[in-house]
Nanobody
Framework: VQLQASGGGLVQAEGSLRLSCTAS????????MGWFRQAPGKEREYVAS????????SYAESVKGRFTISRDNAKNSLYLQMNSLKLEDTAVYYC?????????????????WGQGTQVTVSS
């Protein structure tokens, strides 16, 4: 099972990026999915999650109102639209698939992890 994250890069503060995550070898249409991030020297933290059919979405307080998580089950893909980026958003972003259909972002609920994509926000 592979989750491939892409779309990271270097962006100026207040800019936008859209991350994508595509699953291969199996479908995750029945699984909640999420985004996590890890900044240098820090623990991995939860960013956002979405239920299996997209009817429930949750966000970390630090990104609420700026980031939007979405999914397209027909394309077996997950997205994270990031707007109004801040310096503190700089991190490696990971997509993940949970073993359940709904998730509140507890990383212990996530069984499959992508390799990460670097997001760097500059001033």
């Amino acid at each position: 099972v592979q989750l491939q994250a892409s779309g990271g890069g270097l962006v100026q503060a207040e800019g936008s990026l859209r991350l994508s995550c595509t699953a291969s070898r199996r479908t995750f249409s029945n699984n909640a999915m999420g985004w996590f991030r890890q900044a240098p020297g820090k623990e991995r933290e939860y960013v956002a999650s979405i239920s299996w059919r997209g009817d429930s979405r949750s966000y970390a307080e630090s990104v609420k109102g700026r980031f939007t998580i979405s999914r397209d089950n027909a394309k077996n893909s997950l997205y994270l639209q990031m707007n109004s980026l801040k310096l503190e958003d700089t991190a490696v972003y990971y997509c993940a698939a949970a073993y359940k259909s709904y998730s509140n972002g507890n990383s212990n609920e996530y069984r499959y992890w992508g390799q990460g994509t670097q997001v760097t926000v500059s001033s």
